[in-house]
């Protein structure tokens, strides 16, 4: 069975940061992908970033392009997100997402890509 745990959420202030951490547990040598997804209140939910196996791809929604930061240890069996000058609009419920199937170089952008999820952190940034 496989779980992800998500941590690192909280209250910050507009320009901020904070750093999610996703924990893997279980089939984790099935993993491929791993993508952050995120959900506003009200909204659908939405890529934010993914990265490969290898680590050697990482793809990000334009929103955080140049502020986000996704990075992954397979030793460790941890994906971080790290969030850096920090935004109101960002506020919702991060998610960590694992994709079973695939190549060590392939990234995925789709929820529907992924099958495994983890229960939600959530992030606030205030003015």
């Known amino acids: 069975q496989v779980q992800l745990v998500e941590s690192g959420g909280g209250l910050v202030q507009a320009g901020g940061s904070l750093r999610l951490s996703c924990a893997a547990s279980?089939?984790?040598?099935?993993?491929?992908?791993m993508g952050w997804f995120r959900q506003a209140p009200g909204q659908e939910r939405e890529f934010v970033a993914t990265?490969?196996?290898?680590?050697?791809?990482?793809y990000y929604t334009e929103s955080v392009k140049g502020r986000f930061i996704i990075s992954r240890d397979n030793a460790k069996n941890t994906v971080d997100l790290q969030m850096n000058s920090l935004k109101p609009e960002d506020t919702a419920v991060y998610y960590c997402?694992?994709?079973?199937?695939?190549?060590?170089?392939?990234?995925?952008?789709?929820?529907?890509?992924?099958?495994?999820w983890g229960q939600g952190t959530q992030v606030t940034v205030s003015w």
């Open positions: 990265i490969s196996r290898s680590t050697s791809n990482t």
């Open positions: 997402a694992a994709r079973t199937g695939g190549t060590p170089n392939s990234i995925a952008r789709h929820a529907n890509d992924y099958v495994n």
């Open positions: 279980g089939r984790t040598r099935t993993f491929f992908a």
